[in-house]
């Protein structure tokens, strides 16, 4: 019997090692290597996971830990599927890492055997290169090669000249320019002036390695060439096709090697089937536009013999099926920059989506004392990939999500589509604040766009001095003042530092503003009258006064005002000058029998003359004196005195000797719009000099 123990003791192990595994692991992860800066991550696992009550539900729950840290949310499609989308794009030229956590495990026993997945984002690079016939600008007949060099991020067109070369049949050229100015994705590149031939000429761009984008982090690793074979500017070639929807209008791009005519487009360029075109033509392309809806193809015809503008002709017929490319998805409110809805209105908001299947529609509210700490977070978002891009709102504990709704859409594929989000139900609550409504994709999040909303009739217009802060609150509905509205100035760290209620006029005023805001600056005035509540962020309604004479009145004298006029500014050597003016003190009072001087001051600012005059009982007198044949011309001052040195009011007027006639000229053609090589004639010119008409 001592034998039989260790057999019974291996056979048992062996049962237990052949028996069904107790591990889960991951079958599937992807997208792996290079991802997109916008992409959706799906993760498949050998077992079942998930509860029913887990599954289709958006989560904030870390079921992967991402290297660096990427904001998004999880949701189960079915027990073993999960996916993760991002909320914003990932970073350029970043590598990340991936590690799933024991929190998909939930309640079940099995052991997790998950391996760590890497991933990144494409590297800069260069994409494609085009060359095309040119005219060199401000040089008549004279002809150039240009290049667009295209890149996956923008480049600074500076930093390019160091790491590029130019070269026509092998030899270097050295006079390039970068046409270029901002940084951008493609830098456009001139070679100066090109000797013409009736032969093709082999043009190549070298873009050495180390050149970095505007981005940094890793620069380009090889060195890129880029050759072709430039016709003869005898003859037009195609260069390429591509076509692209807007989510309205389909359109087909259609490389050149030099400048076409757009007007001739339309005796050469035919589609198959019919539609009605427009055309629209730049330096190497042209552009057609038509109503493409339900098509997957279409047949693109140029006849032989289509001119460029610099000579050159078509010397084939070319035929081309263009695939209509599918538009990428996307979600956008209509109206981007619009904050309020009238409480009394319809209360809709609309979004404009392509090529999505089901939204999902999230609104949340973010109370009124947490209304300043949300907007110095999302007022203004920026990504340094993508340029300004729709921004992302998380409620967070500035407030509360209300209500979520998902709509199936059922529109044409590429064609654009209206929701309507109605917010009645948002504004049926207890407290007091904005609104922010998210529309995005079911299933990518980053598919998307936010907007902040404020719903009242409550309009406030605010006007800040050195000491004073004026606040006038009208009725969006009815335009007229509201009265008894409650108003508050907010400081810029979130203290209410000055309150008070509107007048009959929907009026109020703070007085001495200049010491009770010391070191706490405004940046919000709420106005709330029951359950109405708006805002206005002081920062945004700034009015750009730099353009425009603001100043004021200049205080010459603190006991008196004078305000003086003429029957005109300008006169000329041996005119009359007549002059007024009215004196009033600082309460805006009669001032009689009072004696005052003027003193009119050559352009030279020596006294050109002297004169004494008394106030009539309105307070006002009047001055006429000539000017001789002789006078000095320029720029006149008349200073008004009393008591002999205080100065109360200055006013001036402009001597000229002559005044040059005025002309007038109007030209009429047949065109509104020409391109290089068409012939303009005027049909009609009118000239109007001292009152007389002239056809010329």
Known sequence: MRRAIPFIILLFTILISCGPSNSVSITNFEPAGEVNNLTTFTIEFSENLAPADQIDKWTDQQFVEFEPAIAGKFKWI??????FSPDVPLEPIQNYKAQVT?????????????????????????????????????????????????????????????????FKEGKEITNIEIVSQNSAKTIAVNFGEIQQTDEEQEFEVVVKKGLESIIGKKPLQETREFAQDLPPITELAITGVASEFDGQTGAIIVGTTQMVDEEQLKNYVSLDPQRETKYFVTENSFRIEANFENLQTVTLKIEKGM???????????????????????????????????????????EANVVNVNEVEIEVSQIFKNNLLHFLNRYSYTYNNYSGYYNPQFYTESFGRELYTDKRELRGSRNWLQKVNVNLDEAIKNNYKGIYTVTVRSSEDRWIQDSKMVAIS???????????????????????????????????FNNQIMLEGKTNEQGFVVFEKTKDKLKDFPPQLITAEL?????????????????????????????????FIYGDRNLYRPGDKVNLSAI?????????????????????T???????????????????????????????????????????????????????????????????????????????????????????A
């Open 307 to 349: 001119p460029g503008l610099y000579g050159g002709e078509l010397e084939y017929e070319y035929e081309q099926v263009v695939s209509l490319v599918s538009l990428n998805p996307s979600i956008n409110f209509g109206d981007k920059s619009g904050k309020y809805l009238m409480l009394s209105g319809e209360k809709n908001i």
């Open 605 to 695: 600012g020596k006294t050109f003359d002297e004169f004494k005059k008394s106030l009539n009982e309105q307070g006002s007198f009047e001055l006429s004196f000539n000017m001789p044949d002789y006078a000095l011309t320029g720029e006149y001052k008349t200073e008004v005195y009393i008591g002999g040195s205080q100065l109360i009011g200055v006013y001036t007027f402009n001597v000229e000797d002559f005044v040059p006639d005025k002309i007038r000229v109007a030209l009429t053609n047949e065109k509104e719009k020409y391109y290089p090589g068409i012939e303009s004639t005027l049909k009609q010119m009118q000239s109007f000099s001292s009152g007389l008409m002239q056809r």
């Open 102 to 166: 024991k929190e998909v495990l939930f309640n079940t026993t099995f052991t997790p055997d998950f391996d760590e997945y890497e991933f990144h984002t494409p590297d800069f690079d260069v994409t494609a290169v085009d060359f095309f016939w040119t005219k060199i600008p401000n040089a008549a007949y004279t002809l150039s090669v240009q290049t667009n060099i295209h890149f996956n991020y923008a480049v600074n067109p500076s930093r390019l000249k160091e790491y590029l070369s130019v």
């Open 530 to 562: 029951e359950e109405d509540f708006n805002y206005i962020d002081l920062r945004e309604t700034y009015v750009e006064t730099s353009r425009f004479d603001v100043g004021g009145r200049t205080e010459y004298s603190n006991s008196y005002q004078a």
């Open 78 to 83: 079915d027990s073993r599927t999960l996916i």
């Open 457 to 491: 009739d409550l309009a406030i217009i605010t006007k800040q001095s050195t000491d004073q802060i004026n606040v006038f609150v009208n009725s969006i509905k009815t335009a007229q003042p509201v009265e008894n509205v409650h108003v508050s100035v907010i400081s």
């Open 583 to 603: 004196i009033r003190d600082n309460q805006t009072k009669v001032v009689q029998d009072l004696p005052v001087i003027i003193k009119v001051i050559s352009p």
